[in-house]
């Protein structure tokens, strides 16, 4: 199972050039950036198509700049540009982008609307499809305190979702984090023939799951989280990419971005490893 890195993870300061190199040099196979960030990190630097040429390292997963959240009139504009986002990350051989459920919109009203959102969804996956590529969509987790009509929280009302929008290249984003905010649920529920993308964290210890914000997420294996029971039920799923650690941590952004990108390989390698799940010729 290779490893992937989410630009989140590091150094919010370090130039995007910085983040994609560190990356590479730390170990990790792909590098999670929107599209707009990748365009940015190759004029900052242009000899790293070189790097993404040479070994096959680059994005598997990156976004295009859209929120579901936002209003009618500014994701009418934002979507115009979604066509040339998409060839661009496809052209670096990216083969899936994300989408976040909402559960109040850009200006924090309520969301536009199930029907609305599902719409949105679809539009985008027929813009995908026409590239070759899978739309995932992630849900947020669920905490005691939200009421199961502020937006979709849940495995199963993603999947439910993703049912209503029919496309056969939209599938979910799991994310440990919130994975484990909903309960942990069973991943046999995916239907097997859907597209997936993974993000990998922890969650600490001691902190009730009402009070748990992004920012206290922690590198894998430093948590509560059973990791290695979900690693087992992405194998037995058929999931065989990469998962993509995504800690948004103020420890990790304090440090120099390939400190950071070093410490958060080898604490992911080290669960993947004991899991029986690491990385082909991977670096500890």
């Not at 365009?39 to 040479?54: F, G, S």
């Not at 009418?76 to 109040?104: I, N």
């Amino acid at each position: 199972m290779e490893l992937s890195i989410t630009r989140s993870t590091l150094n919010k300061r370090s130039p995007y050039a910085e983040a994609v190199r560190s990356a590479h040099a730390a170990g990790f196979r792909h590098v999670e950036l929107s599209a707009d960030k990748w365009r940015t990190a190759l004029a900052q630097d242009p000899a790293l198509i070189n790097l993404l040429d040479a070994d096959g390292f680059g994005p598997w997963h990156a976004g295009w700049n859209l929120r579901l959240g936002w209003n009618t009139a500014r994701w009418a504009q934002a979507v115009t540009g979604t066509p040339a986002a998409m060839d661009f990350t496809a052209g670096l051989g990216a083969r899936s982008g994300t989408l976040v459920l909402p559960h109040v919109d850009d200006t924090g009203a309520p969301i536009p609307g199930p029907a609305e959102v599902e719409d949105r969804i679809g539009a985008v996956a027929d813009l995908a499809a026409e590239r070759g590529l899978n739309v995932c969509v992630e849900y947020m987790g669920l905490r005691p305190s939200d009421p199961p009509e502020n937006g979709v929280r849940t495995l199963s009302g993603t999947l439910g979702v993703l049912a209503r929008v029919g496309r056969s290249n939209v599938g979910p984003l799991i994310d440990s984090y919130h994975w484990h905010l909903s309960g942990s649920p069973g991943l046999e529920q995916i239907p097997p023939e859907m597209p997936l993308w993974v993000h990998f964290n922890d969650a600490p210890a001691g902190i009730e799951a009402e009070r748990l914000r992004d920012e206290h997420r922690v590198l894998p294996g430093e948590g509560v989280i059973d990791l290695p029971r979900l690693l087992a039920e992405l194998v037995a799923w058929g999931w065989t990419g990469p998962v993509s650690v995504e800690v948004k941590h103020p420890d990790l952004h304090a440090m120099p971005t390939l400190d950071a990108a070093r410490v958060a390989y080898r604490a992911a390698h080290h669960v993947l490893d004991r899991a029986g799940h690491a990385p082909a010729g991977g670096r500890p």
